[in-house]
């Protein structure tokens, strides 16, 4: 299969502090995207990087990819106690389903 | 902010009854998804939907499952004889298009089957 695996599974840092989440996957992707879940609500995408792309930014979140060894990473820098959440990365073949990986369950300390 | 919507937020049903989860796509959408998270465990893809008709459909989406989109606006999943495995977190999702896209989530159906 060509799951996304994140690690750490949990990360607990203090606010200000940088997070840095882990993803793999298994076979190749057409894109990769970056979602939070808040507890009992929704999964909201974060941002998409295209299998051509090497790194992309969105405000306080720095994704990069590295396709030769099917990772990526989601930087969120400057962390606020409002990032508590838990983060997926979801990769995408390009046939209009996303594939999610067990997720990291991100708290921030104040 | 355009949202999806999805009703009920939470559903309690009994084994072998027949459950319809219900959503509404952002409406210039024209990719509808399901997916499902049982407790503490992976988002799972069920099923992709265009222009009425199933795009994919993953083993999970078996003969108890089907979907469909009865008017221009609400996009529904209905189980037809629950069983107990069935129980987790229902998510619907639209895309604008099938392409390169960000899928949209709702805040999902919490199904309970006892």
């Known amino acids: 299969s060509q799951q996304g695996e994140e690690d750490p599974q949990a990360l607990s840092i203090q606010e200000g502090e940088n997070a840095t989440m882990n993803c793999s996957y298994k076979?190749?992707?057409?894109?990769l995207q970056w979602y939070r879940q808040n507890s009992g609500r929704g999964l909201v995408h974060l941002i998409l990087?295209?299998?051509?792309?090497r790194e992309k930014h969105s405000g306080r979140l720095r994704v990069t990819l590295d396709t030769s060894k099917k990772s990526s990473s989601l930087l969120i820098t400057a962390s606020r106690a409002a990032d508590t959440a838990s983060y997926f990365c979801?990769?995408?073949?390009?046939?209009?389903?996303?594939?999610f990986g067990q997720g990291t369950r991100l708290t921030i300390n104040p | 902010e355009p949202e999806v919507t999805q009703t009920p937020s939470h559903q309690v049903t009994q084994m072998g009854q027949e459950v319809i989860l219900r959503c509404v796509p952002i409406?210039?959408?024209?990719?509808f998804y399901w997916y499902r998270q049982i407790l503490g465990q992976k988002v799972e893809f069920l099923v992709s939907?265009?222009?009425?008709?199933?795009?994919?459909k993953s083993e999970i989406f078996d003969d108890q499952f089907s979907v469909e989109r009865p008017d221009g606006s609400n996009f529904t999943l209905k189980i037809r004889s629950t069983k107990l495995e069935d129980s987790a977190m229902y998510f619907c999702?639209?895309?604008?298009?099938?392409?390169?896209?960000?899928?949209?989530f709702g805040d999902g159906t919490r199904l309970s089957i006892l």
């Open positions: 999702a639209s895309s604008a298009t099938g392409g390169i896209q960000p899928q949209h």
């Open positions: 076979t190749s992707i057409n894109n």
């Open positions: 990087i295209r299998s051509n792309e």
């Open positions: 979801a990769t995408d073949s390009g046939a209009q389903k996303l594939v």
């Open positions: 409406s210039n959408h024209l990719y």
């Open positions: 939907f265009y222009n009425n008709e199933i795009s994919e």
